[in-house]
């Protein structure tokens, strides 16, 4: 049975750090399909990506969430070179059958200055909660993202956060606490920006951790949402994000979309 993980951090590793092109063959399928926007389709779009970035890339990675049931692998991480005058920093999911990588999805954007709290975008805990149960993550998190954040009940964050308030929080924009981040999406939806969120697309759970990927709107515009929540005694204590808007001609240049799925 193949390693997902192994396989992943392999192929990540020497495509974007060690630059060994060979890995392509070696790792991903013939008929391998890229839903970055950043890339074209196809095992090509990655070769030239990689050698137009140069030597200078490289992808620092801080986080790896495995599921085995759904064949994901995501990696959370940063990627100095990718761009000669900005640092990325997000997500990638990987989809692996019969040993290979066959599909890939990111969600990335500029790295900032930590927040008010002090937090980046990658500190925090990194290692998974073996002991954790996935499945009841998963189902705690996609209910809390339905009632939350796509229904925008945003009074019933004390229902799936601790009663003391601590939560930790990287998003740039906003400082630790649950009532901060309650205050800065309602305030949002006041001026008529608020994050709607359309559909979730994937989520990758693993122990205590859990990425919802999803796609909506801020103030009619398309976004992406990746959201990594860590979860700890049924609540919600600990959130990254990477959140940006959708190009319009993504769907044009990419047939298969930055949201579709072969296997959805």
């Given amino acids: 049975m193949t390693d997902i993980r192994d396989l992943v951090l392999t192929a990540d590793r020497e495509l974007f750090t060690e630059h060994d092109l060979s890995t392509l063959d070696r790792n991903f399928s013939a008929d391998y399909v890229e839903h970055s926007p950043l890339v074209a389709d196809g095992k090509d779009g990655l070769r030239a990506l990689v050698i137009g970035a140069g ?12 599921d085995e049931e759904k064949g994901l692998v995501a990696l959370h991480g940063a990627y100095p070179g990718l761009d000669p005058d900005t640092v990325y920093v997000g997500f990638d999911i990987y989809r692996v059958a019969d040993g290979k990588i066959v599909e890939h999805w990111d969600g990335l ?32 998190v996609e209910t809390a993202w339905t009632r939350f954040l796509q229904g925008q009940d945003y009074a019933s964050a004390g229902e799936f956060t601790r009663a003391d308030d601590r939560f930790a929080q990287h998003s740039g924009d906003i400082a630790d606490g649950v009532q901060n981040m309650v205050d800065f999406l309602e305030q949002l939806k006041a001026d008529g920006s608020a994050l709607t969120y359309d559909t979730m697309h994937r989520s990758v759970a693993d122990g205590d951790f859990v990425l919802t990927y999803s796609e909506g709107s801020i103030a009619g515009e398309r976004h992406f949402f990746c959201e990594l929540w860590r979860i700890e005694d049924g609540a919600w204590v600990e959130l990254w994000d990477a959140i940006g808007p959708v190009a319009p001609d993504d769907q044009l240049a990419h047939p298969h979309g930055a949201f579709a799925s072969t296997a959805d």
């Avoid at 200078?56 to 495995?66: E, K, P, Y």
Wanted: glycine share 6%; no cysteine.
């Fill in 55 to 66: 030597d200078g890339l490289r992808h620092d990675v801080a986080r790896v969430l495995v």
């Fill in 109 to 140: 954007v500029e790295q900032t200055p930590p927040n008010a709290s002090g937090r980046t975008q990658l500190d925090g805990p990194t290692e998974v909660d073996p002991t954790a149960d996935s499945e009841a993550s998963r189902a705690f």
